[in-house]
């Protein structure tokens, strides 16, 4: 037997085995792509993006082929499940290389860490994009990379040598928001709320996505399709998550804060569908996104909280008063006149000494006004003027919106709150 024709028969076993194992999940679709990309790779050929679309998905050149990305975000999905396989006997890994529609297998040697290490230095690769040669990458990316390394170390002493005492001392590091950070010797784990999305189908193929508040998970979809059904269609789990446009413009506001408020332990990032409840144990927690995103933090931050939230995520009652803070921002691309939208900002202690912040909005709009907040000083010493340097606060803003922007924020509510004392098993109810 040819050494190319062992290849194809350990390809071919691998595949078995994953196959058996149900390691890709129950999505149709997933399934369907890697039996489809299998038996290209066994033939020795590499199918085209329109090709995957038509044979795998359904598509027509009728559906502006060139505009969907249904074929690169399942790529990308089963690329990811992937990576997450163990080797077969002979120490090799079953990868899908960025940029390629083609299945390989290589061993633990040879797994593209270069590619990890410029994917974390220059950014992801598009899944369309063209394949590079590893040689190529070798011979040309890899010195570029090492000169560009040596610089930024370079710069980051003579910046530690020179840079003016003043520039360092960050005024919003003393706010009682985000002071708790800087003091403490436990690590930081930063929260982004992501939701989850699955699929509509209509004569055979995926047609829309849908995120639905009250739909978190695989499962929480499988126990809606017993309760309901969506006008006729047919829905179908796409396991796929998705971040909400707003957080780019959030983290950039906030990151600069956060880091210095840190210091050199930087804060590790997590999705909050990645989020385990052991990390209230062992960690600082900053959350920023919606809060119909807040999953398992949920009840966590509220339990104690004044505001009662409601299970969209798109409202919250003031216990107190009873009275009700309901957005009503529409889409921006279909009315362009002033909405209403709310941000809500929480600081109280963890369970073991650690600090929960958290940084949320109801929609897109109050995401991006309630990060510029609590990363502008003149907004920090309000707030925190009016926290009265509690330990445990929480506050609610009015956020003005005018179509997909917030134009102005009011401060509604501020006040110490009783969160935090829910660690305490004699107050447990």
């Known amino acids: 037997m040819s050494s190319d024709d062992s290849a194809r028969e350990r390809l071919r076993a691998f595949a078995e085995t994953v196959r058996t194992s149900g390691s890709l999940g ?10 489809f990309l299998v038996e290209s ?14 044979e795998v998905f359904g598509l027509s050149p009728s559906d502006h082929l060139g505009q969907d990305a249904t074929v690169r975000m399942s790529i990308h999905r089963l690329r990811k499940k992937l990576e997450n396989l163990p080797p077969n006997r002979e120490g090799e890994h079953l990868v899908l290389p960025r940029g390629e529609y083609r299945l390989q297998l290589r061993s633990d040697v040879d797994v593209d860490a270069a590619g990890l290490a410029a994917e974390a230095f220059f950014g992801k690769t598009d899944d369309a994009g063209t394949p590079r040669r590893q040689t190529r990458y070798n011979m040309l990316v890899r010195p570029v990379l090492a000169i560009c390394v040596l610089g930024i170390i370079v710069l980051a002493v003579l910046m530690a040598w020179f840079w003016p005492l003043s520039l360092t001392r960050d005024a919003r590091l003393a706010s009682a928001f985000w002071k708790p950070l800087t003091h403490s010797a436990i690590p930081t784990a930063l929260i982004v709320g992501d939701r989850y999305a699955f699929g509509e189908v209509e004569n055979g193929r995926v047609v829309r996505q849908v995120v639905d508040p009250l739909v978190t998970s695989s499962e929480d979809l499988d126990r809606y399709l017993l309760n309901h059904k969506r006008d006729g269609a047919q829905v179908v789990d796409l396991n796929q998550f998705d971040l909400p446009a707003a957080m780019a413009p959030a983290l950039v506001s906030i990151m600069p804060v956060l880091n210095r408020a840190t210091g050199d332990a930087k804060a590790r990032a997590i999705t909050s569908s990645r989020f385990t409840t052991d990390m209230l144990k062992t960690h600082n927690i900053v959350y920023i996104g919606l809060l119909s995103d807040l999953r398992d933090l949920r009840e966590p931050i509220f339990d104690r909280s004044g505001f009662a939230l409601m299970p969209t995520g798109n409202a919250i009652v003031d216990r107190r008063s009873g009275r009700r803070f309901e957005a009503n921002w529409a889409d921006p691309s279909k009315e362009r006149m002033l909405r209403r939208d709310y941000a809500y900002v929480a600081s109280f202690p963890g369970p073991f000494g650690n600090r929960i912040l ?18 502008r000083q003149a907004d920090l010493a309000i707030l925190t003027g009016k926290a009265s340097e509690k330990s445990a606060f929480e506050a609610l803003y009015e956020i003005r919106t005018f179509g997909p922007s917030g134009v102005a924020n009011r401060l509604i509510i501020v006040r110490p709150t009783q969160a935090g004392r829910q660690w305490d098993a004699t107050l447990q109810r």
């Open 26 to 35: 129950k999505s149709v679709q997933i399934n369907r792509l890697f039996d």
């Open 41 to 54: 790779s066994l033939a020795a050929r590499t199918p085209k993006e329109i090709e995957i679309a038509q």
């Open 358 to 375: 958290v940084i949320a909005g109801m929609n897109d709009p109050g995401l991006v006004e309630v990060a510029q907040i609590v990363s």
